[in-house]
Nanobody
Framework: VQLQASGGGLVQAGGSLRLSCAAS????????MDWFRQAPGKEREFVAR???????GYSDSVKGRFTISRDNAKNTVYLQMNSLKPEDTAVYYC??????????WGQGTQVTVSS
């Protein structure tokens, strides 16, 4: 199983980025897909989730600014990030979860928001 995250970069506050996470080696449509992030010196935190049913959920810190989506035909999950703030600076990780307990993590992609 491989989860390949991409799309990170340097952006000014108020700007936007779209992260992608391409999955392979698993039946993508059967997994819930999450985005997490980890800022320097802080613990990894939940950002967003999209279920097999397309139901979504967000942390309070990103609600209204970030949008998670998935394309099962492309085995890809996205995170559209708008109105970025310096406190959004972190390494962003995608993860796949199943109710059976199977879970997989991708390598991170760095997002840096300058003030």
């Amino acid at each position: 199983v491989q989860l390949q995250a991409s799309g990170g970069g340097l952006v000014q506050a108020g700007g936007s980025l779209r992260l992608s996470c391409a999955a392979s080696g698993l039946t993508f449509s059967t997994y819930a897909m999450d985005w997490f992030r980890q800022a320097p010196g802080k613990e990894r935190e939940f950002v967003a989730r999209i279920l097999r049913t397309m139901v979504t959920g967000y942390s309070d810190s990103v609600k209204g600014r970030f949008t998670i989506s998935r394309d099962n035909a492309k085995n890809t999950v996205y995170l559209q990030m708008n109105s970025l703030k310096p406190e959004d600076t972190a390494v962003y990780y995608c993860a796949a979860f199943q109710t059976t307990g199977d879970n997989y993590w991708g390598q991170g992609t760095q997002v840096t928001v300058s003030s």
